[in-house]
């Protein structure tokens, strides 16, 4: 209930018509946008979201994304499920919790669309997690918030609907050093002919809370239903830890873990491997890689494979592009 009271102290103020008052109504409300911007571009350990931070992303999420436009830059038209009578959507937020298999569970009985952040987009890549592609396919919409390089493997899943925070062109995140370029992951798309639908939101216009993303995934599921397929095939690609695949392209995201471990993610990424692959697209956790180090790992592993490996994001977060030119 703090955000009440702030409001109605900034609208009494307001309505004072006080040059003073207008001036301190002023300085709290940018005090105030700079402590959220502040929170929101570091990720918040769980004292601070004890202590409202929660609450306040809940109130900024369902005030400014009924502002947000929504821009579809891949449209082949969303899959039609037995029952689109109805629309409950669960989105499951960053919170600590790692159940995802029980909450996927639930959330089939109930809902008929489930948005999906790092976490749980991360676990289809596990063995655990890739059964349940296949299991909630025909039941239920798998929606994914693609906000940075570590969504890349997300391509080879084939979620139904991808939601992509954009700020000055690119998917990026509050603190993973990670950024992609739109029109990199839209050239993607087009390239593999992606069954996927993916629209843009202004990246200040969509946080992470439940609110905020369920609106963002009814308007695009309701939009989307007037250019529905029909009969589309029921695979839900294909993945691992190492990486995804989709018709003939590999995807992986690299982290000092797999950069550090070579033959260890060969192995493991060569299970996707076969003779009609012809292209691998990669991704690099650049808050513990450099650029150098990339292009290195890139350039052995296509020596390793004999087809193209590209790299597809750069060394950007939402703070590096505030404070830049692009």
Known sequence: MQHNYWQGLIEGEAQAGDPLLRGKTLLLTVIFAAIYVSVMLNNPDERLKAAGYNQLLDWYGLTIVQFAELEYVHNPGLRVLNDNSSLS????????????????????????????????????????????????????YRIVVFDGGHHLPTLGTRPDIIIVPVFKGYAVHSYMRD???????????????????????PRFFIVKSTGSLTEVASRVIRDSLDNS?????????????????????????????????????????????TEDINQVYLAFNYNEINRQQAQEFAQKLQTELGVPVEIVNSPVKVADLIWSDN
């Open 89 to 140: 959507i669960e989105a499951v937020v960053p919170d600590g919790r790692t159940d995802y298999a029980d909450r996927l569970d639930n959330a089939i009985l109930s809902c008929q669309a489930i948005v999906e952040c790092s976490g749980m987009d991360s676990w289809h890549t596990t063995s655990a997690g890739q059964k349940y592609l296949g299991y909630m396919r025909d039941k239920i």
């Open 179 to 201: 950024g992609m370029k739109v029109e990199c992951l839209t050239a993607i798309l087009k390239a593999i002919d992606s069954p996927s639908v993916v629209v843009t939101v």
């Open 229 to 273: 397929m029909v009969n589309e095939e029921n695979n839900p690609g294909q993945a691992n830890r190492y990486g995804s695949r989709y018709k003939d392209c590999l995807f992986a995201y690299i982290s000092n873990k797999e950069a550090d471990n070579w033959q260890d993610f060969l192995v493991g990424f060569q299970k996707l491997y």
